[in-house]
Antibody, heavy 120, light 106 residues
Framework: QVQLVQSGAEVKKPGASVKVSCKAS????????ISWVRQAPGQGLEWMGW????????NYAQKLQGRVTMTTDTSTSTAYMELRSLRSDDTAVYYC?????????????WGQGTLVTVSS | EIVMTQSPATLSVSPGERATLSCRAS??????LAWYQQKPGQAPRLLIY???TRATGIPARFSGSGSGTEFTLTISSLQSEDFAVYYC????????FGQGTKLEIK
């Protein structure tokens, strides 16, 4: 069965960086993409971006351009999302989700989420 | 930028009754619309894609309809496990979610 297992919770200071991992299993990793979605406490869902696990092509939300980098390691079927220059409003649960091989995708399978807390 | 607007923000319905949730797009998204269910402390779960196709394992009491700019999620006979927050999402271009509808027990 398809599974996405994310890394554990993180606490970071403002200005620091965080890197969240998402290990996929149960399907051919390079046949799909991975999207990242975040959810601030008590708020709705925000799409952060998408990466093709086939060729590494990326598409990021405009508001995060320059601060976010998404990568994959096909040898371990793992996707990564790094967010830099963290601010308090980056505090959120970050989800990875399996996507179609295109940014225009719905999300069929989700990771369990990773809480990132940004606090001084 | 396509804006997705869900209504109502909160819907109070009794178990066994029908619930109807709405989602409107600021411009046409064709049938490129998905619905998700999210319970507290859990990741969202895909219910519907292509506006009306149920995802694997989703009960038949969940149905989606609409195209263009107006969409509806209907839950025909509410079970206790259906009380949750529901999000619509367009994927006709850059994906965007609606703000959610909280379905609560009346």
């Amino acid at each position: 069965q398809v599974q996405l297992v994310q890394s554990g919770a993180e606490v970071k200071k403002p200005g620091a960086s965080v890197k969240v991992s998402c290990k996929a299993s149960g399907y051919t990793f390079t046949s799909y993409g991975i999207s990242w979605v975040r959810q601030a406490p008590g708020q709705g869902l925000e799409w952060m971006g998408w990466i093709s696990a086939y060729n590494g092509n990326t598409n990021y939300a405009q508001k995060l351009q320059g601060r976010v980098t998404m990568t994959t390691d096909t040898s371990t079927s793992t996707a990564y999302m790094e967010l830099r220059s963290l601010r308090s409003d980056d505090t959120a649960v970050y989800y990875c989700a399996r996507s179609r091989p295109s940014v225009t995708t719905f999300l069929g399978y989700w990771g369990q989420g990773t809480l990132v807390t940004v606090s001084s | 930028e396509i804006v997705m607007t869900q209504s109502p923000a909160t819907l109070s319905v009794s178990p066994g009754e029908r619930a109807t949730l709405s989602c409107r797009a600021s411009q046409s998204v064709s049938s490129n619309l998905a619905w998700y269910q999210q319970k507290p402390g859990q990741a969202p779960r895909l219910l519907i894609y292509g506006a009306s196709t149920r995802a694997t394992g989703i009960p038949a009491r969940f149905s989606g309809s609409g195209s263009g700019t107006e969409f509806t999620l209907t839950i025909s006979s509410l079970q206790s496990e259906d009380f949750a927050v529901y999000y619509c999402q367009q994927y006709n271009n850059w994906p965007r979610f609606g703000q959610g509808t909280k379905l609560e027990i009346k």
